[in-house]
């Protein structure tokens, strides 16, 4: 059995989408200073490195990160591997041959280079709208990608996230994909549970039997 962790790792470095809260870190208590156990005080927004967006991300009346199905983020997966572009489209899903049984899907692409960079990168790969569609169309319940944002830079009105959110499928971003390869996978993705959460940071990992 191959587990192959796909989480990105919470740092003072640590990639943030612009504008989002920076990580802080922080002792509370340290033993070497004469204090009885090390303790951290932590700062960070809730769609930090990898996370899960749920609907309430969007909708004020969506449901929250602690009220997701677990069945949803634990399951069978296929990790698709798109090359050398810009955006994921239709074209590029209809190459992939997702097949009926598969419910839910994972992106690896470029962006898990950017995380070798020293800053956010906003040149990064994401999934159109109308391929949003077309994959809710499929019944796809999770789509994962390998950096902050399934959508457009700045894309203002956020269409691939309401197009899969209304819809209720569930969103991972912040993976890293680097060495993994493209295939069908057993995912584990738990977010924390956080109590009427817009987001959750997460630990992810995929198995291979």
């Known amino acids: 059995m191959e587990i192959y962790d ?34 951290s005080m932590l700062k960070f927004g809730s769609h930090t490195a990898t996370h899960v967006d749920p609907p309430y991300h969007f909708f004020e009346d969506g449901k929250t990160i602690d ?8 399951g069978r997966c296929m990790l698709c591997e798109i090359k050398d572009e810009t955006a994921i489209g239709i074209p590029e899903l209809e190459r992939a041959n997702i097949t009926d049984d598969i419910k839910r899907i994972l992106f690896k692409t470029r962006n898990s280079e950017l995380w070798n960079k020293p800053e956010f990168d906003k040149d990064f790969v994401f ?18 990608i390998d950096y902050l944002s399934i959508d457009r ?28 390869p493209e295939g069908f996978y057993k995912l584990v993705c ?13 630990r992810a990992v995929l198995i291979k039997d």
């Open 67 to 74: 009220e997701l199905p677990l069945d949803i983020l634990i």
């Open 127 to 144: 999934l159109d709208p109308d391929a949003a569609a077309w994959l809710v169309n499929r019944g796809i319940q999770l789509v994962g």
């Open 153 to 180: 830079f700045k894309s203002g009105t956020h269409p691939t996230h309401i197009e899969l959110l209304t819809a209720g499928v569930v969103i991972i971003e912040g993976l890293n994909f680097s060495g993994v």
């Open 6 to 39: 796909i989480s990105v790792p919470i740092s003072s470095k640590t990639h943030t989408y612009t504008g989002d809260p920076e990580v802080e870190i922080t002792p509370a208590s340290r033993i070497s200073n004469g204090q009885s156990a090390n303790v």
């Open 190 to 202: 738990l977010p924390l549970k956080i109590a009427g959460g817009d987001g959750g940071p997460s």
